[in-house]
Structures are given as structure tokens and as C-alpha cells.
């Protein structure tokens, strides 16, 4: 039965709709997003293990830090076993992390939660978080944009269905909690069900995409599609690099500082939120936005968050990546700057400006995996992305320690006003600016990089084979009229000559 992961078990027969594979990649992704919702449980197990904030914190720490890990570790692992394994050992690890955290909890342990959520979870996270991307795109070539932000887009909207599921499970498991109070606090009892419950629930879930995944045959192209439209476009390259030689190239590093500083610029809203909004309009000490209000701010926040995953990553096919990345970082640094002069006016303009800002914030997660398309061909795509992620990784660390640093000199929590922000805020001005400056120094890769091209007459390589590229549309160097000619004259002369270039 293990046998039907295989890779050459999922090949799509002829006629397969490629339509199936967002919904396969989306199920995997809506799951794993959940991760961005430990808040809502996270006073509970504060209370259960008589923890800190910080003891408790580490948990997402952990995961998320493995998340880098893993996915820059597994790339290739994933790349050679093909995207059905690869969901599988996701599904395997993220349902398994909450079944073990589950046994912590049940039994007082707080080491079994950090190892289970924490370390395995985390696995699941970065395995399943890179697993559908380069399938997505041999399937998208046209439009990888579009594909990778659909799927992409369910890890932001993952903690969207996360949040009130969570809070109803554990009101259904503990009558004492009050799942419309963010002070309640639900009993040892509830957390326990609740972890196995999202372990089974989701293992489940991630199991449709397991089934329905599959990679497109060789020679496969969408109707219609001519890769020489792909070719004309900038910094788009019809070659391909492996993800050994990809980070050894000064634009694989330099879009790492693309993305570092993305991410950096964004998180430190993200994780600040709330009480964010309460300080920028704290007249005298009283707030005149309500705890709810701000609760319904980090919703919207979240919205945009996972709408800006799919809108401007679609909106790269059409303006090209690092235009798109230009809209990012330097739209960003005015927004920042609006956001610290004139953020505390009003309300509405405060929600507007935080609102764009976190929507660029997922676009740039949304738009990698199609920006190394390009850069890099559709080889090894998934692994050169799991690697890319430590910047996310690094970024988790950099964006909180940089906003609470500030905001710790500033004064005490609940004391704070907007102008307690404005340093903070123009230091991330600067981190965007560094990340603008980055992007416009992305050069397509030197020819020594690429992958050695097959000959114009050579066989297509067995799509079976684990360690063999599936070839698409774009795989290999796009053969030409120039290389056909010649190929046909050293036939007609009988004189072997290299078709390759």
C-alpha cells in the first residue's frame, strides 16, 4: 500500500485536470496555517503548566524554527520522492506533533509539548509548507504566480478557521469556557481533546491532497502555451539550476535579503497588533479602541494577510517579479513612514495603512516560489524554496526583537502611546530599504550555473526515475531553429555534431 506514494505512481494520466492540483495543495496548507493561531489556547496552557509567557512561547518558537529547518533540509528529499511522499510524511508529522503534545498536556509534561507541536510539528510545517510548490508550477507554467499564491494563500487563511474552531472545541469540551472571551481560560481536560482532535482532524484533511496530488506527464504543456512567450520575459530563464549550485549564485542571496527584510518589516506588525492600535489611540492612559475592537483588528489584519497571498502574487504574471517586489518594499516604506507620522490621526486611516502593509506581507510569501521559477527553472525548485525559508526563519527572531526592544525602552505595556512606536517603525523603513536595494541587484543567473541542456534528439528521461527532473514546458534550455538545422545537417553529412549550446 506504501508503494502507491511513489513517484512513479503519481504521473497524471492523459486528460487529468490541472485545476485538481490547487485544491490538493490547499488542503495541506489551510491545515498547517493553524500555527499561526496558538494564541487562542495559549493563556490556557500558560494557566495548565503554570508556565511564563515565555515558557510557553517557545512552543511556536520551536515549530517555527523547524519549519527553516526542515524545509531547507528536506528540499531535495522532497524534490526526489515527488510531492505525494512528501504530503504524506507532512500529514504524518503535523497530526503526530498534536497527539504528542496531547500526552504532554494529559500528563503535566511541558518537554513532550515542545518536543510534539514544537520539533515534530514543525517538520510537518516545512515538509508540508515546500511539498506542493514545484508540483504547482509544472502544472502552472503559464501562470505560477497565480498557482503558488492559491495554495499559499490557505496558510494565512489556515488561522482564520483555526481561531473560532479552536475556541468552539474547547467551549464543547469544558462548559466553563467562554469562547467569547479572550480572558477565558479552558480546563487541562478541554486542551488535551482539543490537540487530538486537530491531530486527527487535520491528518485526515491533509490526506485528500495526498490522494489527488500528482505531477504532470513528460512532455506536458497547458493548451495553447508557446515557452517561448515565458523566455521574452526579464530575469526569466528557460534553463535550470540545482538547488546545490542555486545557493552559490549572488541572486539566490540577494532574494533571500528580499525576503529577510519582507518578512522582518511585516512580523513585527503582525505580532504587535493588538495592542498596537490600543497604544497609537491611548489619550491619558485610557485606550478608545476596546480590547474586542482590537481582537476584530488582528481578524481584518489576517484577511488581508491571506488575500494578498493570492491578489498580488497573481498580479506578478502580469507585472513581473521584481517589479512586483518593487511595489513591496518600496510602497512599504511609505506606508511605514505614513503609518508613524499620521497613523494616530485616525482610526480608520491607522486600520487602512496596518492593512496594506500586512497584505504586502503575504504577497512576498506568495510571490518566492514563483520569483525562483524564474531565476532558476523548474528543477529543483522546491528544494532552492525550503532553503530560501531560513529567511523567514531568521525573520521570526529579528521582527518581534527589534519592535519589543524599542518598545521595552519606551516604557510599560498599557502605558504606551503612538510616539513610543515611531522608532521602531522608521527602523523598518530601513530594513525595507535595504530589502529595495537587494531586489534591483537580482541578475539572471550565469550560464555556468545551469543545469547541462539535452540534446535536441536525446531521449526524454524516464519521469519515474526519483532523482530525474520532470520535464515541462520549461524544462531544459529551450531548443531552437539553430540547433534543429544543425542537427539535421551533421545527420545529412554523417558527422556527429553537439546540438547543445
Not at 8 to 18: D, E, I, L, N
Not at 210 to 230: C, I, K, L, S, Y
Request: contains cysteine; aromatic residues 10%.
Amino acid at each position: 500500500m506504501m508503494s502507491a506514494l511513489d513517484h512513479q505512481h503519481t504521473v497524471a494520466p492523459p486528460g487529468y485536470s490541472r485545476w485538481l492540483i490547487p485544491p490538493a495543495a490547499l488542503s495541506v496548507h489551510l491545515c498547517i496555517g493553524q500555527a499561526y493561531a496558538t494564541s487562542v489556547y495559549k493563556n490556557s496552557l500558560i494557566a495548565h503548566f503554570d508556565a511564563s509567557q515565555t515558557a510557553i512561547g517557545v512552543i511556536f518558537s520551536i515549530a517555527i524554527v523547524m519549519l527553516g529547518l526542515s524545509a531547507a533540509l528536506g528540499g531535495t528529499w522532497v524534490e526526489s520522492n515527488g510531492p505525494r511522499k512528501a504530503m504524506f510524511v507532512s500529514a504524518s508529522f503535523w497530526g503526530a506533533g498534536f497527539l504528542v503534545g496531547a500526552l504532554g498536556i494529559a500528563t503535566g509534561q511541558l518537554w513532550l509539548v515542545y518536543l510534539g507541536y514544537g520539533f515534530l510539528g514543525g517538520i510537518g510545517l516545512g515538509i508540508g509548507y515546500i511539498s506542493p510548490v514545484s508540483t504547482l508550477i509544472k502544472w502552472f507554467p503559464d501562470r505560477p504566480g497565480l498557482a503558488t499564491g492559491l495554495a499559499i494563500m490557505g496558510f494565512g487563511g489556515g488561522a482564520m478557521l483555526a481561531s473560532p474552531l479552536s475556541r468552539q472545541l474547547l467551549s464543547l469540551y469544558d462548559s466553563g469556557y467562554d469562547p467569547a472571551n479572550s480572558a477565558s481560560v479552558a480546563s487541562g481536560g478541554a486542551l488535551v481533546g482539543l490537540f487530538v482532535t486537530l491531530g486527527v482532524g487535520y491528518f485526515a484533511i491533509m490526506m485528500f491532497g495526498v490522494v489527488n496530488v500528482r505531477v504532470p506527464a513528460p512532455g506536458w504543456r497547458p493548451a495553447g502555451f508557446d515557452p517561448g512567450t515565458v523566455a521574452a520575459k526579464p530575469l526569466v530563464t528557460t534553463a535550470n539550476v540545482s538547488a546545490a549550485n542555486a545557493i552559490r549564485t549572488r541572486s539566490f542571496w540577494l532574494l533571500w535579503i528580499v525576503l529577510f527584510c519582507n518578512v522582518t518589516a511585516g512580523i513585527g506588525i503582525l505580532e504587535q497588533a493588538s495592542p498596537m492600535i490600543q497604544d497609537f489611540f491611548r489619550d491619558g492612559g485610557t485606550s478608545s479602541v476596546t480590547i474586542a475592537a482590537a481582537g476584530g483588528f488582528v481578524g481584518l489584519l489576517s484577511l488581508f494577510n491571506m488575500a494578498g497571498r493570492f491578489a498580488w502574487s497573481s498580479t506578478s504574471d502580469i507585472i513581473g517579479r521584481r517589479p512586483i517586489y518593487m511595489v513591496y518594499l518600496g510602497v512599504g516604506m511609505v506606508l511605514y513612514a505614513l503609518l508613524a507620522l499620521v497613523g494616530s490621526t485616525a482610526t480608520a486611516l491607522f486600520v487602512l495603512l496596518a492593512c496594506v502593509i500586512l497584505s504586502f506581507y503575504g504577497g512576498g510569501f506568495a510571490t518566492v516560489p514563483a520569483y525562483l521559477r524564474d531565476l532558476f527553472g523548474t528543477y529543483q525548485v522546491g528544494a532552492i524554496h525550503g532553503r530560501l525559508l531560513t529567511a523567514w526563519s531568521a525573520a521570526g527572531i529579528a521582527g518581534p526583537l527589534i519592535i519589543n526592544g524599542f518598545l521595552d525602552a519606551q516604557g510599560r505595556p498599557g502605558t504606551l502611546t503612538a510616539s513610543a512606536y515611531r522608532p521602531a517603525l522608521f527602523t523598518m523603513v530601513g530594513v525595507l530599504a535595504i530589502g529595495f536595494a537587494a531586489n534591483l541587484l537580482i541578475r539572471p543567473v550565469p550560464d555556468r550555473f545551469h543545469e547541462p541542456a539535452r540534446p535536441a534528439d536525446a531521449p526524454v528521461p524516464d519521469a519515474t526515475a526519483p532523482d530525474a527532473p520532470l520535464p515541462d514546458a520549461t524544462d531544459g534550455k529551450r531548443s531552437d531553429t539553430r540547433n534543429t538545422a544543425a542537427a539535421t545537417a551533421a545527420e545529412a553529412t554523417g558527422t556527429e555534431r553537439s546540438t547543445t549550446r
